[in-house]
Nanobody
Framework: QGQLVESGGGLVQPGGSLRLSCTAS???????????MGWYRQVGNQRELVATI??????NYSDSVKGRFTISRNGSRKTVVLQMNGLKPDDTAVYYC?????????WGQGTQVTVSS
């Protein structure tokens, strides 16, 4: 089934920006378009929601990133993007792409984001 491949993590100074991208390889477009796509982040053993976007484009953000992060999706490219602006040290984490349909949820391998001066 579709593999999720993330890219775009790295080291950035506070106030900077990063763009995370996730491609659902091996998924056909019609299947990709059925899923709610999202980004989560994990520090230690704690994984938390960052943002999700449904198949019809409805978005949901955690309070901690509202107004700074933007999630979007492109069905024809089978990608979901997280644009992160105004980054803070507290945003440092491993970021995971997700796809969910009902109770079926899958994750990418994760990409490290470090916000530090």
């Amino acid at each position: 089934q579709g593999q999720l491949v993330e890219s775009g993590g790295g080291l950035v100074q506070p106030g900077g920006s990063l763009r995370l991208s996730c491609t659902a390889s091996r998924m056909i477009t019609s299947t990709f378009n059925m899923y709610t796509m999202g980004w989560y982040r994990q520090v230690g053993n704690q994984r938390e929601l960052v943002a999700t976007i449904t198949s019809d484009g409805r978005t949901n953000y955690s309070d901690s990133v509202k107004g700074r992060f933007t999630i979007s999706r492109n069905g024809s490219r089978k990608t979901v993007v997280l644009q992160m602006n105004g980054l803070k040290p507290d945003d440092t984490a491993v970021y995971y792409c997700s796809r969910q349909l009902g109770s079926d949820i899958s994750w990418g391998q994760g990409t490290q984001v470090t916000v530090s001066s």
